[in-house]
């Protein structure tokens, strides 16, 4: 990454392509004040370079709303993923894996706040989108068929609505 910011300048698309993949990269160690720090970073970069609702800018809220629902933000989550959507919506459709990817993650922040009906809507359509895209087995589908599975009851800690 050093050397990115070296030869292309601290503002170059793949320095924040950098950024984000490292955010993703903590997140999964762990470590998500470093995650937060690096995706927050990513994101400033991007919107600066590209505008507030340019589709590279979703990668990247996708990322920092997954990061959000596993801290226990669904709130925040919910806000990243609902502009992640937008974008996606208006620039490359709703029948994107993306799209899917996004309605799950919103179906999981639905879910840790207790409401099951509006999580499980998110969630089937997500499920709707990836099974005309992937074969019935493919892990996309797999996760999202579990995340269905667990609206049948609320998040531990939580208040169903």
Known sequence: METNEI???????????????LGRT???????????????????MKQKRYGEDHINLVPTLMNLGDLFNLTKQPNKAREVLSRALKICEKKIGMKHPDAAKI??????????????????????RS????????????????ATRADLGSCTRPAPGTRVF
């Open 103 to 124: 309605l799950r993650l919103l179906g999981n922040s639905f879910y840790l706040m207790g409401e099951l009906s509006t999580s499980e809507k998110l969630l089937n």
């Open 26 to 44: 903590f997140k999964e160690m762990g470590d998500y004040d470093g995650a937060k720090s690096k995706l927050t970073t990513a994101l400033q």
């Open 7 to 21: 030869v292309f300048g601290r503002d170059h698309p793949d320095v924040a392509r950098n950024l984000n993949n």
């Open 127 to 142: 499920l709707d989108i990836l099974e005309q895209i992937y074969d019935t087995d493919h892990p996309f589908i797999l």
